[in-house]
């Protein structure tokens, strides 16, 4: 039995499988609660979007300066191999409450279920359950006050870094597929997007069992799917020293000709590697990002 157990089946740069199915994660995530911040005047809390499937938010609201003036919302959706990170970790929290206050936009920060415990699709349907849950607010008597209050739903964006911007291109395909009432979507933000291409494409096969191999179309969005997507506008970051670098220039390449009718634009990082931005954000580049990033948000 010790022997079976510590017998490797599986081993993935994110993560090892033992023979007896136990899984070790070679990342660990700490969470922290949300809190208000007195320096920036971004309140937040958590919120219950289903309880079964366990899917949660944070929400950040920045300093309402006209309580009669709604603002637009950001669904962002956090990185991490599908497999590590939360919502609720201090460099997720800190990020994406620095976006609510610079961008002036409430924030709706989803907390998915991670691979390969719940095995893909899970977190592609959490994440989807959690915009759907955004959208129920349309008529401003869904079950969260900061929305039903202050959120425009006619000016949404959806933004990830990362695996998160595998979410969100999905995210924007699924709304121009599916459509999703009460809700316009304006803009998608992909930072440093992961669409397959790399050594990584093996644990996410393994990750989704029921997978259609690498022509996946969560894994290699199709042509028709670039098409179709449910927004106006698109902005994609990449890094020049990123492993991903290639494959955010490839995923704008393919959108502008697959005949989608939005716009494109993207932005990239001299000198700088993967989710650099992340890491600290007094950087003057990280800085510059997130300033690009709210620029996206609020242009006419």
């Known amino acids: 039995m010790d022997s079976l157990s510590n017998e490797i089946a599986h081993e993935f740069r994110f993560f090892r ?14 969470k922290i609660p949300p809190y208000d911040d007195q320096i920036t005047g971004v309140r937040s809390k958590d919120v ?17 300066q ?9 669904f962002y959706v956090h990185g991490g191999g599908f497999c590590f990170e939360s ?52 008529k401003g008597n869904g079950p969260e006050a900061w929305l039903n209050h202050h959120a425009d739903l ?19 395909a699924r709304v ?21 291409g790399t050594d ?3 644990m996410w096969l393994y990750m989704c069992p029921e997978n259609g191999g690498l022509e996946d179309p969560r894994l290699k969005p199709a042509v028709e799917d670039l098409a179709r997507l449910g927004c106006e506008r698109v902005l ?26 939005g716009n494109v634009e993207i932005v990239e990082n001299e000198g700088e590697d993967h989710c650099f931005h992340l890491e600290d954000l007094s950087y003057v580049k990280a800085q510059a990002l997130i300033k690009q990033f709210a620029s996206f948000i609020n242009q006419e």
Not at 17 to 30: A, L, N, P
Not at 67 to 72: E, H, I, S, Y
Not at 154 to 172: C, E, K, P, Q, T
């Open 48 to 64: 219950v979007v289903s309880s079964e499937p366990a899917i949660s938010a944070r929400i950040f609201l920045p300093k309402i």
């Open 66 to 74: 006209d309580p009669t003036r709604k603002l637009p919302v950001l």
């Open 17 to 30: 499988v033992y023979k007896d199915g136990r899984i070790q994660k070679f990342e660990s995530t700490h």
């Open 200 to 202: 990584d494409d093996k």
């Open 154 to 172: 006619d000016r949404v964006f959806i933004a990830g870094d990362s695996a998160g911007g595998n979410f969100s291109h999905y995210l924007a």
């Open 236 to 261: 994609v970051f990449v890094a020049e020293k990123d492993h991903l670098r290639e494959v955010g220039w490839r995923y704008y390449e393919e959108l502008k000709k697959s005949g989608w009718g």
């Open 176 to 196: 121009g597929s599916n459509g999703l009432p009460g809700v316009k979507l304006i803009g998608a933000v992909l930072v440093h997007p992961y669409f397959g």
């Open 87 to 138: 919502a609720f970790s201090p460099r997720l929290h800190n990020y994406v409450s620095t976006l609510a206050a610079e961008a002036d936009v409430i924030a709706v920060s989803v907390e998915y279920r991670l691979a390969p415990e719940h095995p893909i699709p899970a977190c592609y349907d959490d994440s989807w359950a959690a915009l759907q849950w955004v959208a129920s607010h349309a």
